[in-house]
Each structure stands twice: as C-alpha cells, then as structure tokens.
C-alpha cells in the first residue's frame, strides 16, 4: 500500500488572496503547515506590516503582496513577483472579500457594483491569471470562498448574497472549464464565522446582552456556537491537496449544520 501523505503540500506554492487576516489568514497557516510556501496579498500596508509579522511569530515565512485584487495589472504584477520569488502557484484559494449591510433600496448601485467587483470579479480576475501556468504544470487547486449567502438570503445583504451566489457558479464553470487539464475548483461554504467582518453582528448590546443577530445564528446552528477561523483549517488542506484529486465543482459547506437545520424553538 502507498502510504505517502496524501494531504502533504510539500513543494507547492500557494496564494491565499486576502490573508491578511480572519479566515484568510487561517487558511494560509493551514496550508503551510502541510507544507507548501504561502504567498498572501492584502489592500493596506498596516495590515500587511502586522500580518507579516504574525506569520513569523507562527514559524510561517509568508511572502506578502499589496495588490488589490479587482485590478488586472496589480494582479498580473503579483503573480510574476510570487513566480519570481516562490514559483508558479499550484494553489490559489480567492478568499479576499467585503460585505456591505444596506437595505437593496437604499443601496447606490456603486456599493453593490464593489461588492460585487470583490467577492466575484476578483475571482474571474485572479483565476484567469494563473490558470495558464496550472495547465503548463499540468496540475492546479483552485478554492473559492463561498458563504451561506451562495445559498440563502437575508435582509441588507443583496449584493453580498448576488456574488456569493455567482462564486457558486463561477466554481462550478471553471471545474467544468478546466477539470480536463488535472485542475480541480471547488468552494467552501463557511458558516457564520467570528472575524472581524462579522464583528458588528456580535457585538454585546449596551444591557450586556448578546446582539439579536448573535443570539439568532446561535439557534439556527446545530453546533450551537458561532465557527472559528480554525474550523476551515482541514476543509482547506483538504481541497488543496491531491485527497481531493476527484472533488470538482463542489461547494464544502463548513457551517455547524446551518444549511440542514430549521432552527431551535424559541
Ligand atoms: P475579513 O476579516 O474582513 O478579511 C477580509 C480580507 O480581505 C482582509 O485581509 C482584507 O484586507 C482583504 N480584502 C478585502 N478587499 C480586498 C481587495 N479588494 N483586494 C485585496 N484584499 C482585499 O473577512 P473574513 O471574515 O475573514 O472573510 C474572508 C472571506 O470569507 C470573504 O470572502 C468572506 O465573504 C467570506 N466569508 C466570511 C464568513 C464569516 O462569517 N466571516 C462566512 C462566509 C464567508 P485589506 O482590508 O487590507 O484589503
Ligand atoms: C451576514 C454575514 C454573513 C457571513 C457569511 C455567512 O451579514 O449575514 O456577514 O454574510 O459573512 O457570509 O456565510
């Protein structure tokens, strides 16, 4: 029996847009602690200061980028500097994200195009970049970070939940696009994770009870808890490495039970 490591990253360069931070960050160190050298980009030079610094302090010697992630030229001068630094990337997970929480009628159409051009196009961008290298190598992981919101939908986040839904998609055409070249892009779906960008609907409420929201996933969630970076850790070493050389197109919701469950009673 061959009993090489299957979810070893030995050897492989991976690139982990927006890992500055929260889930990205998580990731990142996932990754590298199955072996492979991490590239990560991030918009704001404090937090790529700070993010570089935290890489070190976790043994991990992390190549940062400020690129941001909607411009074909910043990416294009990224992935050269990584292929000249690191090498071509074997692993690409397009995590970078924002969300934006306003009522659809009340929403410009320049907000919902942002979020739209972040949480989907930078996808499409990033993807398209590095593809070709994938096919010269002739292998490639390509994970893109989905969310609930590629599923359901909720008050105020229209755009958030159009893209999310469109990184569904996205993935499935690409593993459809570009399966044949030993390239597989699949998703991960996370719950409701506590990073900052959840923050706000975590925040104790000035009684020192926990915010309605907080309360609310709380009962939607079988685990009964909030998820935490680290619980993406497996799901993405996972898909990164070649267990998963027969996964393609698929979504790996990592969400406590959310998706299967009606919720508590009150
Ligand atoms: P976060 O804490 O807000 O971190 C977002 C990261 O993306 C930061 O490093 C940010 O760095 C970077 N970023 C944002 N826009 C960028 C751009 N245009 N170019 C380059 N980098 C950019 O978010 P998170 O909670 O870790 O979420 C990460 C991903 O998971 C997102 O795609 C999010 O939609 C998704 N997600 C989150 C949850 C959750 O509950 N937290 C659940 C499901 C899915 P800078 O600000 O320095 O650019
Ligand atoms: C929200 C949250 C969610 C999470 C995540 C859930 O306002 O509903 O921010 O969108 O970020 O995407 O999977």
């Known amino acids: 029996m061959d009993h090489r490591d299957i979810f070893s990253l030995e050897g492989k360069v991976a690139l982990v847009t927006g890992a500055a931070y929260g889930i990205g960050y998580a990731i990142a160190k996932a990754l590298a602690g199955a072996g492979a050298s991490i590239a990560f980009n991030c918009r704001s030079s404090e937090h790529l200061r700070e993010a570089l610094a935290a890489y070190e302090a976790d043994g991990i010697s992390a190549?940062?980028?400020?690129?941001?992630?909607?411009?074909?030229?910043?990416?294009?001068?990224?992935?050269?500097?990584?292929?000249?630094?690191?090498?071509?990337?074997?692993?690409?997970?397009?995590?970078?994200?924002?969300?934006?929480?306003i009522p659809m009628t009340e929403m410009s159409a320049a907000d919902f195009r942002q979020v739209v051009d972040i949480d989907l196009t930078a996808t499409f961008i990033v993807s398209k970049a590095v593809i070709p290298n994938m096919i010269e190598k002739g292998h490639g992981k390509i994970i893109n970070i989905c969310s609930m919101m590629s599923e359901l939908g909720r008050e105020t986040v229209s755009a958030y939940a159009a893209a999310k839904?469109?990184?569904?998609?996205?993935?499935?055409?690409?593993?459809?696009?570009?399966?044949?070249?030993?390239?597989?892009?699949?998703?991960?779906?996370?719950?409701?994770?506590?990073?900052?960008?959840?923050?706000?609907?975590?925040?104790?409420?000035?009684?020192?009870?926990?915010?309605?929201?907080?309360?609310?996933?709380?009962?939607?969630?079988?685990?009964?808890?909030?998820?935490?970076?680290?619980?993406?850790?497996?799901?993405?070493v996972f898909l990164a490495s070649e267990a998963s050389d027969f996964v393609n197109g698929h979504i790996l919701y990592v969400d406590g039970g959310i998706l299967s469950y009606i919720g508590r009673q009150p």
């Open 63 to 101: 190549k940062g980028y400020i690129c941001d992630v909607t411009s074909e030229e910043q990416v294009a001068g990224m992935i050269a500097d990584i292929k000249t630094e690191l090498g071509s990337i074997d692993i690409l997970v397009n995590n970078a994200g924002i969300i934006k929480r």
């Open 165 to 236: 839904g469109g990184l569904k998609m996205l993935t499935k055409n690409i593993a459809s696009e570009y399966g044949k070249y030993n390239i597989q892009c699949n998703g991960i779906g996370p719950g409701y994770i506590a990073t900052p960008q959840t923050a706000p609907l975590r925040e104790t409420q000035p009684d020192g009870s926990r915010h309605p929201f907080d309360s609310f996933i709380i009962s939607k969630t079988p685990a009964e808890r909030w998820g935490t970076p680290e619980d993406l850790m497996g799901p993405a």
